[in-house]
């Protein structure tokens, strides 16, 4: 039987993603460009960089998907102007500022590539606690690591597309970075399958890149159930 939606819904959920990615990145950056005219806060670079990345993975995916309703293509549309908008204002502060910039997503890449690497000494504990506290276990550490995870496979994408699309972070050593992580997550596929399977664990992202293993552990996808078309 078809269901009604079935067709629709991974498209429609990204397309509403969108306006959450676009909102706080645009935030971000003009915390940024705030930060250098005014001496005003820094931005969250870990944020910042992990939202360029889900933009531009959740606009070339959507691209790709048929859009069933005028409407609907009409926002996708004004996603993808506010997101080319949000890449102007990055590429001006990146302009007068790139030996700075380069530094600092550097640092953040080593950093988080690091916690990876050091996994079982810094988690092994904290992922054997028990979990009753919801049906997602978003309360469980194991939740946290994840999305960790996730937002570092997002900056590695945005830095990789803007090395490519746009020739910038040139001095970013994007494949010596994921080499790095493929070694590390072998750590970390092992203590999310035992964890996962242990607690019940399922995901609460039903789309990601589809090299993101840690959103497609056999078993534990997301499950959404339309509505049945009477």
Same mark, same amino acid.
């Given at each position: 039987?078809?269901?009604?939606?079935?067709?629709?819904?991974?498209?429609?959920?990204?397309?509403?993603?969108?306006?959450?990615?676009?909102?706080l990145l645009h935030y971000e950056l003009e915390?940024?460009? @705030? /930060?250098? &005219?005014?001496?005003?806060?820094?931005?969250?670079?870990? =944020?910042? !960089?992990?939202?360029? $990345?889900?933009?531009?993975?959740?606009?070339?995916?959507?691209?790709?998907?048929?859009?069933?309703?005028?409407?609907?293509?009409?926002?996708?549309?004004?996603?993808?102007?506010?997101?080319?908008?949000?890449?102007?204002?990055?590429?001006?502060?990146?302009?007068?500022?790139?030996?700075?910039?380069?530094?600092?997503?550097?640092?953040?890449?080593?950093?988080?590539?690091?916690?990876?690497?050091?996994?079982?000494?810094?988690?092994?504990?904290?992922?054997?606690?028990?979990?009753?506290?919801?049906?997602?276990?978003? @309360? /469980?550490? &194991?939740?946290?690591?994840?999305?960790?995870?996730?937002? =570092?496979? !997002?900056?590695?994408? $945005?830095?990789?597309?803007?090395?490519?699309?746009?020739?910038?972070?040139?001095?970013?050593?994007?494949?010596?970075?994921?080499?790095?992580?493929?070694?590390?997550?072998?750590?970390?596929?092992?203590?999310?399958?035992?964890?996962?399977?242990?607690?019940?664990?399922?995901?609460?992202?039903?789309?990601?890149?589809?090299?993101?293993?840690?959103?497609?552990?056999?078993g534990y996808e997301y499950v959404y159930k339309?509505?049945?078309?009477?």
């Amino acid at each position: 039987m078809q269901l009604k939606g079935e067709r629709e819904y991974p498209n429609l959920w990204l397309l509403g993603r969108m306006t959450p990615v676009n909102d706080l990145l645009h935030y971000e950056l003009e915390c940024l460009w @705030d /930060h250098y &005219l005014n001496d005003g806060d820094w931005p969250d670079f870990r =944020l910042l !960089f992990g939202l360029l $990345g889900e933009g531009a993975f959740g606009l070339k995916l959507l691209a790709k998907f048929p859009f069933v309703r005028n409407f609907q293509k009409e926002y996708f549309e004004q996603m993808q102007a506010y997101y080319i908008e949000n890449e102007s204002l990055h590429d001006v502060v990146y302009n007068d500022h790139k030996d700075d910039l380069i530094a600092r997503v550097n640092v953040l890449l080593e950093e988080l590539v690091s916690f990876f690497e050091n996994l079982e000494l810094e988690m092994s504990e904290k992922l054997s606690v028990d979990d009753d506290s919801s049906e997602t276990c978003e @309360d /469980h550490p &194991l939740y946290e690591l994840l999305n960790t995870r996730s937002e =570092l496979g !997002f900056i590695i994408i $945005g830095i990789r597309y803007r090395q490519l699309e746009e020739d910038q972070y040139r001095n970013v050593d994007i494949d010596l970075y994921e080499r790095r992580l493929t070694i590390a997550d072998f750590t970390l596929k092992k203590l999310a399958l035992i964890t996962a399977n242990r607690i019940g664990y399922q995901e609460s992202a039903p789309l990601a890149p589809d090299d993101f293993w840690w959103r497609h552990m056999p078993g534990y996808e997301y499950v959404y159930k339309p509505v049945e078309t009477v």
